[in-house]
C-alpha cells in the first residue's frame, strides 16, 4: 500500500505564502500530481513532478525530492480566490493509478 | 480541459436500487476512469479504462461495475446502491500512455436512502 498525508487544513493572509506539505511512502513511484479543488467543483490539474526539484508556474512552485518522499506546493501573493482545497496524489505503475492524499483545505483571510 | 461531461449532476435513490452514472468526453481520451470522493478519503478510484471494452478494478470496486462500448462513454453501474455509497463520483480522462495528466469531469453527488 502507499501512505500520503498533508495537513487537513491552513490558514493563511491574503498577499502571503504559503507551503502545503506531502509526504508519502510508496513503490513503484512515476511522479506526484497537485490538484486544486474548489468547494463544490472537480478537482483542476496545477502541476505534476516527476524529477527533484522545483518546478514554478507563475504564482504556484511545486517541489519533489524523491528520496525523502517529500513535495510542496508553494502559493505566492496569496489571493482570496486561493482559497480551496489543494490535493497531493501519486502516480504509480505508468500511470494507471493515481493514489490521493485527503487533501489540505486552505483559508484565505483579508 | 477535456470536454467532459458527466450525468445525472445530481440523484437521489433508494437503497437496493440499481443506479447508472455517464461519463462522457469529446476528446477522443483513450483512458478514462470513475473516483469517489468522501469527507477523510479523500479521492478513490473505482474502476479505470484503458480502450473500449478493456476495464480494471481500483482501490474500491466492489458493489460497482463499469462498461465501456465506444471511446467517448465510460457508464459506472451501482447494482444494488447501499447508503455506505453516498458520495461524489468524479469521471477522469487521460490522453495516451506518454500524457500523465488527468482532467475530472464536473461529478456527480449520489444519496442513497
Known amino acids: 500500500g502507499q501512505n500520503i498525508d498533508q495537513p487537513t487544513e491552513m490558514t493563511a493572509t491574503e498577499g502571503a505564502i504559503v507551503q502545503i506539505n506531502c509526504t508519502y511512502q510508496?513503490?513503484?513511484?512515476?511522479?506526484l500530481f497537485w490538484y486544486q479543488q474548489h468547494a463544490g467543483e472537480a478537482p483542476t490539474f496545477l502541476s505534476y513532478n516527476v524529477l527533484d526539484g522545483l518546478e514554478e508556474k507563475g504564482r504556484f512552485s511545486s517541489f519533489l525530492s524523491r528520496s525523502k518522499g517529500y513535495s510542496y506546493l508553494l502559493l505566492k501573493e496569496l489571493q482570496m480566490k486561493d482559497s480551496a482545497s489543494y490535493l497531493c496524489a501519486v502516480l504509480k505503475n505508468a500511470g494507471n493509478m493515481l493514489t490521493f492524499g485527503g487533501g489540505t483545505r486552505l483559508m484565505v483571510k483579508p | 480541459d477535456a470536454g467532459i461531461t458527466q450525468s445525472p449532476r445530481h440523484k437521489v435513490t433508494e437503497t437496493g436500487t440499481p443506479v447508472t452514472l455517464r461519463c462522457h468526453q469529446t476528446?477522443?481520451?483513450?483512458?478514462m476512469y470513475w473516483y469517489r470522493q468522501d469527507p477523510g478519503h479523500g479521492l478513490r478510484l473505482i474502476h479505470y479504462?484503458?480502450?473500449?471494452?478493456?476495464?480494471d478494478k481500483g482501490e474500491v470496486s466492489d458493489g460497482y461495475s463499469v462498461s465501456r462500448s465506444k471511446t467517448e462513454d465510460f457508464l459506472l453501474t451501482l447494482e444494488s446502491a447501499t447508503s455506505s455509497q453516498t458520495s461524489v463520483y468524479f469521471c477522469?480522462?487521460?490522453?495516451?500512455?506518454?500524457?500523465?495528466?488527468?482532467?475530472f469531469g464536473p461529478g456527480t453527488r449520489l444519496l442513497v436512502l
Open positions: 477522469a480522462t487521460r490522453d495516451s500512455a506518454h500524457q500523465e495528466t488527468q482532467y
Open positions: 510508496t513503490s513503484g513511484f512515476n511522479g
Open positions: 476528446e477522443n481520451h483513450r483512458y
Open positions: 479504462s484503458y480502450g473500449v471494452k478493456d476495464t
